[in-house]
C-alpha cells in the first residue's frame, strides 16, 4: 500500500507573532502506523523540503512514545526535511492520502489549488481520504459536484470550537473548523475535548484532535486492507 501524506508550509499563526505549522505527534503517529503496517510512504508539502513544526508540538508535555521515537530516527527525519512540492505528485500511484493537522493547514492547504485537485482525484479514483485535528480544513473548498463539498451528506470530526477555545485561538484563527464542517452540511460529531474520536464514513476518516492521530490512521490502514 502507498500512502501520501501532505503536511502545511505555513508557519505564522495569523497576525499575532508566533509560529504554527504542523502539529508532530499528527505527523508521527500515523506515520509509524503506516510504516510499521509496511507501507511505503511519500511526503509532500506546498513548498517541498523541511516543512515547519509547530513548536508548541516539541515541547516536553506535547511529547508522545512516537515523537521520541521520530527524534532517535534518521531516517524518518531525512524523509521529513526533503518533502515533495505538492504540485510534483498525482494520485496514480497512491492508495490514499492523509493530512496530519496542526494550525498551519487553516492558511495555506484550505486554499492550495493543487491539494484541492489531489483530494478531488482521491474522491474520484474512490480511494481512501484521512485527515485529523485542524486538517479537515483541507476540505472547505472540495466541491464534489457542483455546490456540493466533499463533506456535504457525510459523517466527519476534527478540532472543535471548544478545544479551539481552550487553546485560545478561536479570535485568531480564519475560520473555526467546526463551524465550517456544519456550514458545508456535513455530520459533524465530536468525542470529549482531547479524547479520541475517529469517524469513519466510507473512504473519508478523520479524527478529532492529537489524541486521535493514531486511531484516524490505524482507519485507514484497516480500510486498505479491506480494500
Given amino acids: 500500500m502507498k500512502i501520501l501524506m501532505v503536511l502545511t508550509s505555513h508557519d505564522q499563526m495569523g497576525d499575532t507573532g508566533h509560529k504554527t505549522g504542523f502539529w508532530l505527534e499528527e505527523f508521527t503517529a500515523p506515520y509509524y502506523v503506516f510504516r510499521d503496517a509496511g507501507a511505503d510512504i511519500t511526503i509532500a508539502s506546498p513548498k517541498g523540503g523541511q516543512p515547519p513544526v509547530d513548536p508548541n508540538s516539541e515541547t516536553e508535555e506535547a511529547l508522545t512514545e512516537t515523537t521520541r521515537r521520530f527524534q532517535q530516527d534518521a531516517h524518518a527525519k531525512e524523509s521529513l526535511a526533503s518533502t515533495k512540492k505538492l504540485t510534483d505528485v498525482n494520485m496514480n500511484g497512491y492508495d490514499a492520502i492523509f493530512y496530519p493537522g496542526g494550525h498551519g493547514p487553516l492558511w495555506d492547504l484550505v486554499n492550495d489549488d493543487k491539494s484541492v485537485a489531489l483530494i478531488k482525484s482521491t474522491y474520484e479514483q474512490d480511494k481512501i481520504i484521512g485527515a485529523v485535528c485542524h486538517a479537515p480544513a483541507v476540505f472547505k473548498n472540495v466541491e464534489v459536484k457542483p455546490g456540493q463539498n466533499i463533506v456535504g451528506g457525510r459523517n466527519v470530526t476534527g ?8 487553546v485560545g485561538l478561536s479570535g485568531v484563527v480564519p475560520f473555526l473548523l467546526e463551524d465550517m464542517l456544519k456550514a ?12 479520541p474520536h475517529i469517524v469513519v464514513d466510507g473512504k473519508l476518516i478523520t479524527g478529532q484532535n492529537p489524541a486521535s492521530s493514531e486511531g484516524a490512521a490505524k482507519a485507514v490502514v484497516q480500510a486498505l486492507q479491506e480494500a
Fill in 159 to 166: 478540532f472543535s470550537n471548544s478545544e479551539e477555545d481552550a
Fill in 184 to 195: 458545508n452540511t456535513a455530520t459533524y460529531t465530536r468525542g470529549d475535548d482531547w479524547a
